[in-house]
């Protein structure tokens, strides 16, 4: 992923000078050098650059050098010598990530997975595929087409976000309410301690014994181990499918029907929805013609042919029965594509509305749906900032895109703290900070509104069962009790920065 | 909130209070307790040292929202009372747990993480698991996870406890995403040698069919099929097969769920192996009742625990003394040292006292 601007350079807050950071460097490539193929490691500035963020790219840093390793031996070598040398290590896989989980440290290594990018078996009768963690997510379904299976989660970045990543994200995608999330499709994976210790979590059968580590693993971001293999599960491909489209004149009652599909007691593979800022941004970059309306919402069903048939009518007298304003189900494959291509084009739709935008992913019941939407509506106006809705609805997973353009003094910072505000307003909803983009660097403020001190002590006592040195991705998804009682102060001072120009991260 | 019964079912409460002032008296006396709903599960495991601690009082169902498909209940609620309601709504548990007993409750349900025939179809008991409200082992209420489906904000604490047997925590509260039961369902049975039933189970599996349930017992293969009127039907005819009627169908999915099949029961240690599902026949003394599409296999057997272990093992998997074996050895499968070393310090990082059901798991944990 490259690194479009805008352009915060971050500096460690551990003050080391230039000079220190090159002894480390040329001390920890030496120790490493011995160890590792030539061409595993980066340590000059230009090769470095690439690696400066993930696709939250107003972070950046240079680490301190980058691996790329091939083999999970390579991968114990750089874990064991970091581990002797207590230098931090920030793993890597594709770098699409929306919340800095894989932003370097200067003084740490970037453990890039790319590289260990190979399918190593595919098991048909037992419908499991075991791959390396840098294999693209959409490559093992291509794989294993041919014998009539696939790999259900499908992130819109499924072309290029890697399944180390997957799992260190628990990364859900458009059909997840019917298939699950990455822990609902992942029969084991195997990792890496930081003190090199190799171990596999969950196994090919549908349980394993003892805890359920392999569930903890994901969403981990990177912070208790370093993934090196995942076995999926794979499903029969769905042998038919059809999209229902519908047009509200008011977004409640698109949020309405949502809940009177589910009600009805169908399970859409895919059920979602946009608003009408979504609306205009798609259909002036494609020509796909959605109506012009104030909510619009995408049913799909797949099964069997006969099974989607009837379904197909049923969701489309409730979404009728609704108030839609008009029904369109697609006739054939290729206008269910079509009808599809909006909803999956509209991050890129969106982003020619503004310089840059800024992803949310806060998760709500939906029965809040109409009120976080107002919320939003306020905050919006308040900051002075364009906000457009696109939702996975189904399960209440929204994602708000905040237009802003950074290059206007002082835009980013509004467009962070509508952000933050957002996400408040998910939490007093009863929803979460993020339901599957992770918390990362970005989010790690709300971390502080979602959970009490307790809770964040017990997340820390966790990390130091799997990682005692705290080593593996410091600083990131769980914040210090003291960032939050910082957090916190600040907002008791009403919402203003104590220290403008201290850098806020 | 069953009427119309004579026995007298306990109101609704909540004990949250007591519960933890219990468990800060235990903490205070160093002494281990054993966290008990009804006790139907109480077989399973090793046995537990430490005193009683029944949360079966702590009962009530908290919020049900139907159209959100999410359900959050005390951990004292009988399993029994919330499958009532969900039905009453036209969905349900999709993990079909399995009961063992009528006073079954949710929290030791989900602490054992014990799931019935649909589970390789719909998911585990740990998959329906969306966030749980929990006392620590420091005597701490912690609230993790939540009401909504996708929830990535710390680390998923919630599904851990799904399966520990209530040896990192004791559960309060949990919310489960729930399903729409399916409108329709069929099974058709089919004479088959285990051999050919696991390769066809597989077969099916593989296919993008309706398929809710897949076993075979006593030469006989049972594939369940749930969705559609239309769906269903046109499946049904595609793989043939005798209808049985839908009430013998029904209580032949329900015994083999609560183990009320003949097969069960009989001398020897009852083993659950737990397997890749294409494994095929085991090379043990006895016969298999086989559920899950041939993931889980049931046996009853004298053969020597340490055999049973290697021809799970062998084939991937692992096997646990179920029922009516050495209690007091190892009932679960044994783990590496690493994977060990691991679980003895998360067991530190939620219970550092060894305060909950004291190896009840494993010895040591
Ligand atoms: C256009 C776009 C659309 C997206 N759509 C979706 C979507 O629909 N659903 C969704 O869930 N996400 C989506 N994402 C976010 C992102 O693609 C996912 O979070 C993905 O899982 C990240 O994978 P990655 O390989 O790029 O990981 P990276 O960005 O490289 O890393 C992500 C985190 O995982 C850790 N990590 C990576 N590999 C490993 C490993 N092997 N071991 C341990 N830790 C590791 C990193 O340290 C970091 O914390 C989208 C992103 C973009 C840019």
């Known amino acids: ?32 050098g011995k160890q590792l193929p030539a061409g595993t490691l980066l340590t000059h500035e230009d090769e470095l650059r690439p690696f400066e963020c993930d696709a939250l790219s107003a972070y950046r840093r240079q680490p301190l050098m980058v691996a790329m390793p091939r083999t999970v031996a390579e991968v114990q070598a750089v874990l064991r010598t970091c581990h002797d040398m207590a230098v931090p290590v920030v793993a890597r896989g594709a770098g699409t990530g929306l919340s800095g989980g894989a932003l370097p440290l200067e003084q740490g290594v970037l453990l890039n997975l790319s590289r260990m990018d190979q399918v190593l078996e595919v098991d048909v009768p037992n419908r499991l ?88 693993i994901h969403g981990s971001e990177g912070l208790l181990a370093v993934i090196v293999e995942v076995t999926v599960r794979l499903l029969p491909k769905p042998v038919y499918a059809q999209v229902a489209v519908a047009a509200f004149a008011r977004v409640d009652a698109a949020g309405d029907a949502v809940a009177s599909i589910i009600a009805s007691g169908v399970l859409p593979a895919g059920l979602e929805m946009m608003d009408r800022g979504c609306i205009e941004a ?55 594509l079509r009808l599809w291509s909006g909803r999956k084009a509209a991050f890129p739709a969106v982003g020619r509305l503004a310089p840059d935008y800024y992803c949310m992913d806060g998760t709500i019941p939906r029965r809040h749906l109409a009120r976080v939407l107002n919320e939003i509506k306020a905050l919006s106006e308040h900051y002075r900032l364009s ?41 007093a909803a009863g929803g979460t900070i993020t339901g599957e983009h992770g918390v990362g660097i970005e989010k790690i403020d709300q971390m502080c509104v979602q959970f009490s001190p307790t809770e964040l002590q017990q997340f820390h006592d966790l990390k130091a069962a799997f990682d005692p040195s705290g080593l593996l991705n410091p600083g990131k998804a769980v914040p210090t009790l003291a960032r939050c009682a910082e957090f916190g102060a600040m907002h008791v001072h009403g919402g203003r920065l104590p220290f403008p120009d201290l850098e806020r991260f | 909130m069953t009427a119309g019964n004579s026995v007298s079912i306990p109101p609704d409460a909540d004990l949250t209070e007591a519960l933890q002032n219990a468990i800060h008296a235990a903490l205070a006396d160093q002494r281990p307790l054993e966290i008990l709903g009804s006790g139907s599960k109480r077989f399973l495991g090793r046995e537990s040292s430490g005193q009683r601690l029944d949360i079966g009082g702590h009962r009530g169902i908290v919020t049900y929202e139907p159209s959100e498909l999410v359900m959050t209940a005390r951990s004292g609620t009988p399993l029994a009372e ?57 005597g701490e209420i912690l609230r993790f996870g939540g009401e909504v489906m996708k929830n990535v904000a ?44 696991l390769v066809d189970m597989n077969r099916c599996a593989g296919r993008p069919l309706p398929v809710s ?64 599902p294409a494994t095929g026949s085991l090379p043990l003394d006895a016969e298999s009742v086989i559920d899950w599409g041939g993931a889980q296999r049931w046996l009853r057997t004298d053969e020597d625990a340490e055999r049973v272990r290697w021809v799970a093992g062998e084939a991937g998997g692992h096997a646990v003394a179920f029922k009516d074996g050495d209690r007091q050895g190892s009932v679960f499968h044994p783990m590496g040292g690493v994977l060990m070393q691991l679980h003895r310090r998360v067991k530190d990082a939620l219970d550092p006292h060894g305060l909950f059901n004291p190896g009840r798991m494993y010895a040591g944990l």
């Not at chain 1, 352009?7 to 003050?15: D, L, P, Q």
């Not at chain 1, 299976?149 to 970045?157: K, Q, R, T, V, W």
């Not at chain 2, 025939?117 to 620590?136: E, K, Q, S, W």
């Open chain 1, 129 to 216: 595929a075991r791959v390396q963690p840098g294999v693209r997510n959409l490559h093992i379904s291509e794989r294993v087409a041919q014998h009539g299976l696939y790999y259900a989660p499908d992130p819109s970045s499924q072309i290029a976000c890697s399944i180390g990543g997957n799992v260190a994200e628990n990364a859900g995608g458009v059909h997840c309410l019917k298939y699950g999330l990455t822990v609902h499709n992942v029969a084991s994976v195997e990792v890496v301690t930081i003190d090199g210790q190799h171990v596999r979590l969950g196994g090919p059968a549908l349980d394993a014994p003892g805890y359920d580590l392999l569930a903890l």
């Open chain 2, 82 to 138: 919330i499958e009532s309601l969900l039905g009453r709504h036209g969905q349900m548990l999709a993990f079909e747990p399995p009961h063992f007993g009528p006073g079954a409750t949710l929290g030791g349900t989900v602490a054992c993480n014990l799931a019935g025939p649909r589970r390789p179809y719909a998911g585990a008991t740990r998959d329906f698991v969306l966030g749980t409200r929990v006392i620590n082992g420091k």
């Open chain 2, 154 to 197: 710390g680390y998923d604490i919630s599904r851990l406890m799904a399966g520990a047997m209530g040896t990192l925590g004791l559960l309060l509260e949990v919310s489960l995403k729930v399903l729409p039961a399916p409108r329709v369902e069929a099974t058709l049975a089919f004479e088959r040698d285990e051999p050919q039933a």
């Open chain 1, 282 to 336: 798609v259909n002036g970059f494609l020509d796909v013609g959605y109506p012009d309306c104030a909510g619009l919402v995408l049913c799909e069903l797949d099964g069997t042919q006969a099974e989607v048939s009837s379904q197909i009518e049923a969701v489309s007298g409730i979404l009728r029965d609704a108030g839609a304003v008009e029904v369109t189900v697609s006739r054939s494959e290729e206008e269910r």
């Open chain 2, 213 to 276: 349930a897949a076993a075979w017992c006593a030469g006989v293969m049972y594939v369940r099929l749930s969705g559609s009127e239309t769906g269903v039907a046109a499946a049904c005819a595609e793989l043939g097969g005798d209808e049985m009627l839908p009430d013998t169908a029904l209580a032949f999915w329900d015994a083999l769920k609560e183990q009320r099949l003949a097969a069960f029961s009989g001398e020897g240690v009852l083993w659950r192996l737990s397997l890749p």
């Open chain 1, 387 to 427: 906000v457009v809705n696109v939702f996975h609805a189904g399960d209440g997973n929204m994602h708000p895109l905040i237009l802003y353009d950074a290059n206007r003094e002082g835009e980013l910072q509004r467009a962070e703290k509508l952000g933050g505000e957002i996400l408040e307003a998910c939490v």
């Open chain 1, 1 to 32: 992923m490259s690194c479009p601007l805008p352009e915060i350079r971050v500096t460690s807050t551990v003050g080391k000078t230039e000079e220190e950071l090159s002894r480390r460097r040329a001390e920890l490539a030496a120790r490493l």
